[in-house]
């Protein structure tokens, strides 16, 4: 398996063939290892049959019976061991067909399409369902992986937290963490990804551990000063419900019945506790007491998924989630047939070895000599000036300030249009204290919203229903008036 291999679909072809011989010696040597702990006593038989009288004897019968064997079964012996590489490279070649998506590229990028879709779809998501692909890679790629719903909440932890504890985001953090845990082992199957992990995991268990022995500390209550349940409720709803959830009991009732629950257990080790007293299964399960959850919460779930997936964004497929973005952005100017061409160069390697060195030398150079940009250009995704005629044609030369961004620049109409939909202008709509609705696209200037806002509110005021005006009565002679008439006239003694 020496020389260089040229193409995605030829390197995981090779790291198949070597995976496979890799299991094949390992189950080797588990088999050799069984063979020389002879649990079945026959290395110790046919030691003895080697020992003492008849030793040639013996020895040419077994002789005899090994000949016999591999006499009648030469083929398949023969075949086992000659077609195994054969078999091997095959059965890998087969496995790089199916077990990569087109979008993927024989694992050279990430396909997470189905997991946008449902990342847009958790509630308090930033963008919702108009989150584009690419500003979904763009927020992973520059956001830490659990701290999005943060952002959207406009760094509100207590409505983030809450947002994390729905069912949803549950799930989409478990198809995360096994997406990315299984095309690690399809793309790097000679390299195990627990030991990898580990470190980041350390750390995650000693600051999870931390945080909840502070909060057991913090909320535990000494329970010797008090020689009645009656002094107990003056502690108050809350602190009683800290208290009875740091000793794992159940938290409901009013005062009286939290207190009173609280001093039965006074002076009484926890075995000794009556189960009646203490929180349900499915309340200590999810994590709901006040000294926080346990290592069996769901919310430790969730951390832990989103402690596996934060380590392997960012350090061990961070290059494949690079290159995943730039890959999204490029086809968005790019045409059906140069995708196509690129699809074929990627899939069979189609430059030689002389080529890519000549490559690699002109990139050398190119790198070290300055770039020739007089114009201005924004650079394309291999670092050069794009065409000026693609320039002209998007626009990208006209600028747009929005201050509700913090007068960030976008270039280009496109940009512009699409950055209201983007998290960035929905928190400073939120600081505003303005909701980001189709009335304020457009809108850039922070009193220009503000202003607008006050007018629709003044046009919603003057449109809602006023009982003096909208009420309608009907006098004897069947004339329709608005309320405030009716009285009036009421008044009058004219009806």
């Known amino acids: 398996m020496s020389g260089k291999v040229s193409g995605a679909k030829a390197s995981m072809e090779r790291d198949g063939v070597l995976s496979n011989v890799v299991d094949g010696m390992a189950k080797s040597a588990e088999a050799l290892t069984l063979l020389y702990a002879d649990r079945d006593g026959a290395y110790r038989e046919e030691v003895g049959r080697m020992r003492g009288v008849g030793v040639f004897t013996n020895f040419y019968g077994a002789l005899k019976e090994t000949r016999e064997y591999y006499a009648r079964f030469a083929r398949n012996a023969a075949f086992g061991a000659a077609a195994g590489g054969a078999r091997s490279a095959v059965e890998a070649a087969k496995t790089v067909e199916t077990q990569f998506s087109g979008e993927e590229m024989w694992g050279k990028y990430l396909d997470l399409g189905r997991l946008h879709r449902q990342f847009c779809n958790v509630p308090g998501a930033p963008g919702g369902i108009a989150l584009e692909y690419v500003a979904y890679l763009r927020m992973l790629a520059s956001v830490p992986f659990g701290e999005h719903l943060a952002i959207a909440e406009g760094g509100d932890a207590a409505v983030s937290a809450k947002r994390r504890s729905h069912g949803g985001y549950g799930r989409y953090v478990r198809e995360m963490d096994d997406y990315l845990a299984d095309f690690w082992k399809r793309t790097q199957p000679l390299v195990d990804l627990e030991p990898l992990l580990k470190p980041a995991l350390d750390a995650f268990h000693v600051a999870w551990d931390a945080s909840r022995t502070d909060a057991l500390e913090g909320d535990e209550l000494d329970l010797g000063p008090y020689g009645a349940a009656a002094e107990l409720e ?262």
């Not at 249009?417 to 696209?441: A, V």
């Open 234 to 495: 003056a502690l108050g709803l809350d602190r009683l419900k800290r208290a009875l959830a740091a000793r794992g009991l159940k938290v409901g009732g009013d005062a009286k019945a939290r207190a009173a629950r609280l001093f039965a257990v006074k002076g009484l080790a926890p075995e000794d506790v009556d189960p009646k007293l203490r929180q349900g299964r499915k309340r200590a399960r999810d994590g709901d007491g006040a000294a926080g959850p346990d290592r069996t919460s769901k919310k430790y779930a969730v951390a832990l998924g989103e402690a596996r997936v934060r380590c392997l964004l960012s350090q061990h497929l961070e290059t494949v989630l690079d290159a995943t973005l730039r890959r999204a952005e490029r086809k968005l100017t790019r045409t059906t047939d140069e995708i196509r061409q690129e699809l074929r160069d990627e899939e069979f390697g189609v430059e030689t070895a002389a080529v890519e060195e000549e490559e690699e030398e002109d990139e050398e150079q190119a790198i070290d000599a300055p770039i020739y940009n007089p114009k201005n250009l924004p650079l394309g995704w291999d670092g050069r000036p794009i065409p000026y005629w693609l320039y002209k044609l998007h626009g990208l030369d006209v600028s747009y300030v929005c201050e509700i961004c913090g007068n960030q620049t976008y270039w280009g109409r496109r940009a512009f249009d699409q950055h209201f939909n983007e998290w960035r202008h929905s928190h400073g709509m939120r600081c505003l204290r303005i909701p980001n609705t189709k009335h304020f696209h457009g809108v850039v200037k922070m009193d220009d919203a503000v202003a607008l806002w006050e007018q629709l509110q003044e046009k919603q005021d003057a449109e809602a229903f006023k009982p003096e005006r909208d009420e309608e009565y009907e006098d004897s002679d069947g004339n329709v008036l608005n309320r405030a008439t009716y009285e009036d006239l009421a008044r009058q003694g004219l009806l």
